[in-house]
């Protein structure tokens, strides 16, 4: 592995260390880890950045790869301000990835409709596990309401993060 690379990723991996530190935290302490202990080291991984993009060519891999960190940087270091942001979105990936390993399954729905229709209930599936709300029991509910004459404009009390069922 290139000597810069190298180097990256070290510094990338002093980030995760400290993170690790605040799993299980309130967004108060996580702040607060971060701010003490990782704020530093990003400064110092900045520094490091715009030195290391000074000695690659930018059309090297090396080269291209420092350019899309800084091109990212703000969202980067977002989770400096915020306890409640991750330092990354893996954990959002992990969730969503069902929905991507099954949109194929859209393509073969047989009619837009199919697959619009598809795409809508495994959105709400999907949402309501993020809220962590069994879908079934909110589909049940949101049908059963429906039936029974829920108003259109109190429609947002059948969003899955509001629904009382």
Known sequence: MAPIADEGLKQIAALYRIEAQTR???????????QQKSEPKIKTFKSWLDQARSQVSA??????????????????????????IEMDSNAVERTIRPIALQRK?????????????WA???????TCKLNQIEPH??????????????KQKDIDQLLPWNFKG
């Open 24 to 34: 299980g935290a309130s967004a108060q302490e996580r702040l607060a880890i971060r």
């Open 59 to 84: 059309k090297s891999p090396t080269g291209e790869a420092l350019k899309y960190i800084t091109k990212y940087w703000n969202g980067l270091i977002l989770f400096l301000t915020d306890g409640r």
């Open 105 to 117: 399954n859209a393509l073969f729905a047989g009619h837009d409709t199919g697959a619009q229709n």
């Open 120 to 126: 809508m209930l495994a959105s709400l599936i999907e």
């Open 137 to 150: 029991t909110y589909l049940t509910g949101v049908l059963t309401a429906i039936v029974n004459g829920h």
